[in-house]
């Protein structure tokens, strides 16, 4: 009787241990499905930097466009939108990626948790969306604390006012909405003899007071809002080409953002110079013999 009862009591034991057994990989089993069904799920965005940028207005001469990093999941693992893979390291339109609706004209993933965007002309304040084979993820989803990561309230997305106009803005009839600072686009030619007339092309050029060429005044014509003719002066040397301009008040650019005061100070006389805008770096106008 003894020996029956710690039979059935070790029998017990082991049905016990035989059920966690069997509880255990059952467990596992539902992990496992969980892990699966977890690695189907569509693309996240974590966080975005910065915040805040500017449009690509006119391809970039008005305005460079801010490129802006998106962290999250799914960008490469998810497939391609339109089916098929993700073409990785070069632009690509395999992801689409929006800003408040606009779509950018210039997109790069990186890696499967990252990806490049460039602001797109047209685009307004509001959320960056992101498109893969899988569905299409949202910053307003981005919860939590913003340790480590980078985001804006509601995952907006604040695109700042451009403080240029592009060419094909800046004509006759829309004057008055034209900001007063000008900006040099295109030169020709870009070296030139003394006596030799010179073409500039660019815009808010009906405020400009006058030429310097490696700071001699020249002779000029202001032929249009978007172009201006000047004279190489004779005593001219290579140099920076640089345009002096009025602002008799304080212009708003238009606009609002965080980060952004978009308005310009008023100043009796202000200098621009003729720069590669994307580097912001001084261009040389060369005077020859």
Do not use: H
Not at 60 to 83: E, K, M, R
Not at 140 to 160: D, K, L
């Amino acid at each position: 009787m003894i020996w029956s009862s710690k039979k059935k009591q070790l029998a017990g034991a082991a049905g016990l241990g035989s059920l966690a057994s069997r509880m255990t990989v059952v467990a596992f089993a539902i992990l496992g499905g969980l892990v699966f069904a977890g690695s189907a799920l569509a693309v996240s965005i974590d966080s975005y930097s910065p915040t805040s940028g500017l449009p690509a207005k006119s391809d970039g001469t008005a305005c460079p466009g801010g490129t802006i990093t998106l962290t999250g999941s799914g960008f490469v693992s998810d497939g391609a939108a339109g089916g098929g893979s993700v073409v990785v390291g070069k632009p690509t339109t395999s992801i689409s990626v929006k800003f408040n609706g606009t779509p950018s004209t210039w997109v790069e993933v990186g890696s499967d948790d990252t990806l490049y965007a460039v602001v797109p002309d047209g685009a307004t304040t509001g959320p960056i969306t992101v498109t893969t084979g899988k569905g299409t993820a949202s910053t307003a989803q981005i919860t939590g604390m913003a340790v480590g990561r980078s985001f804006a309230p509601q995952g907006v997305f604040y695109v700042n006012p451009c403080p240029q106009v592009g060419l094909a803005d800046a004509t006759t009839s829309n004057v008055a909405g034209v900001p007063p600072t000008p900006t040099i686009y295109k030169v020709k030619p870009v070296k030139a003899k003394a006596g030799a007339t010179v073409t500039l092309t660019g815009t808010s050029f009906l405020g400009v007071n006058g030429v310097q060429v490696g700071g001699v005044a020249a002779k000029y014509v202001i032929v249009s809002p978007t172009s201006i003719t000047f004279t190489v002066p004779k005593k001219a040397t290579s140099g920076a080409l640089t345009l002096t301009y009025s602002i008799t008040a304080s212009t708003s650019q238009g606009g609002t953002s965080p980060t952004n005061a978009a308005g310009n100070s008023s100043s009796a006389k202000s200098v621009v110079t003729w720069e590669n805008i994307r580097l912001g770096k001084a261009r040389t106008f060369t005077v020859s013999k």
